[in-house]
């Protein structure tokens, strides 16, 4: 897998990778790092890995194959300056965001079909198909790309100079939908280096335990 370098803008930071007190748990996030608190509506949540060492990963992810397409599998590069990225770099971004940071968002892009299985805290839904540009309503990209994610309609253009930073994912390597998400953002002129890309999704997050939520009413 192609090795994730963050700028020294969103390098890991130490109080993540090495917190004060040594992990307690039977089953960490890594050696050095037990949980990790976020904000997911207004309310603290704790992300961990799931205690039981007998736990499976969610049936709703167990499945080895899907027909394609369009279920296919997807590329590790999308696309020139997309970085993809694991577990903890979104973990850093979940945390950054919480304590105030709001010149990022971790974005799932999938339809609520989807999201009713369970989503990841911190993260805000933004379906694929709401931003499917040229074929979603036009009225609603700008809504989104000028209220969410800080882009600015100049006459004929966009001004993406102070856009968010977009850490954007799915249901796995082989779902398109954030995948689809980001290519349509680049032909627009979004700029790549402020795009990153968590391409093992809800599968990955799943297989390692991680905490998850229902969606607020589920």
């Known amino acids: 897998m192609k090795n994730y370098q963050p700028p020294a803008s969103t390098a890991l930071p130490t109080e993540l990778l090495v917190p004060g007190a040594a992990p307690t748990l039977a089953v960490n996030i890594t050696a050095a790092l037990a949980s990790v608190d976020v904000m997911h509506h207004g309310r603290k949540v704790t992300i961990m890995r799931n205690q039981n060492q007998s736990n499976a990963v969610n ?5 080895t194959s ?3 397409p ?3 599998i997807q590329p590790n590069e999308l696309a020139p300056g997309v970085k993809t990225i694991a577990e903890l770099e979104v973990l850093h971004f979940l945390k950054k965001i919480s304590d105030g940071d709001a010149s990022m968002m971790v974005i799932d892009s999938r339809t609520p079909a989807w999201v009713e ?4 805290p ?3 839904n933004i379906p694929w198909d709401t931003l499917n540009i040229g074929k979603a309503d036009p009225a609603a990209v700008q809504e989104i790309l000028e209220n969410q994610l800080g882009a600015k309609r100049r006459d004929e253009f966009w001004d993406f100079d ?7 994912f799915c249901n796995g390597p082989w779902c ?8 349509d953002l680049l032909k627009i002129g979004y700029p790549a280096h402020k795009i990153l890309w ?3 999704g809800m599968q990955d997050w799943e297989s390692l335990g991680l905490t998850t939520l229902k969606p607020l009413g589920k």
């Open 59 to 63: 049936s709703d992810f167990a499945k």
């Open 66 to 68: 899907r027909k394609c």
């Open 70 to 72: 369009p279920f296919c």
């Open 117 to 120: 299985k369970g989503i990841i």
């Open 122 to 124: 911190g993260t805000v």
């Open 162 to 168: 102070n856009v968010k930073t977009l850490v954007m």
């Open 176 to 183: 398109g939908q954030s995948s689809t998400t980001i290519k």
């Open 198 to 200: 968590y391409r093992g």
